[in-house]
């Protein structure tokens, strides 16, 4: 079992940041590859980005690529999503997740650990 608690959502304006943290606990940390998903009101899950298990690799969805940041600490068991150029689109609950190597990280069933999300909300 790997237990997620995300952090770090907000009320933001538009052009501004946010710097979300995923803190895990449970089984390894670092055994894991994570993702960062949103899903806004009325609409599906979709992916934000995702990291391999060493940090080695990151993936960015295109809506959000050159403005988000994916990262990880295992020392620190945490996971973070710097958020920078902040749109009124990019409202929505954002979720951490958890999936072992080798799966397809776009997808939200490749996931077997979820947080229970933290609202980001921007303003225009």
């Known amino acids: 079992q790997v237990q997620l608690v995300e952090s770090g959502g907000g009320l933001v304006q538009a052009g501004g940041s946010l710097r979300l943290s995923c803190a895990a606990s449970?089984?390894?940390?670092?055994?894991?590859?994570m993702g960062w998903f949103r899903q806004a009101p009325g609409k599906e899950r979709e992916f934000v980005a995702a990291?391999?298990?060493?940090?080695?690799?990151?993936n960015y969805a295109d809506s959000v690529k050159g403005r988000f940041t994916i990262s990880r600490d295992n020392a620190k068991n945490t996971l973070y999503l710097q958020m920078n150029s902040l749109k009124p689109e990019d409202t929505a609950v954002y979720y951490c997740a958890a999936a072992r190597e080798g799966q397809p990280l776009a997808r939200v069933g490749s996931y077997d650990y979820w947080g229970q999300g933290t609202q980001v909300t921007v303003s225009s």
């Open positions: 990291i391999s298990w060493i940090g080695a690799i990151a």
């Open positions: 449970g089984q390894t940390f670092s055994t894991y590859a």
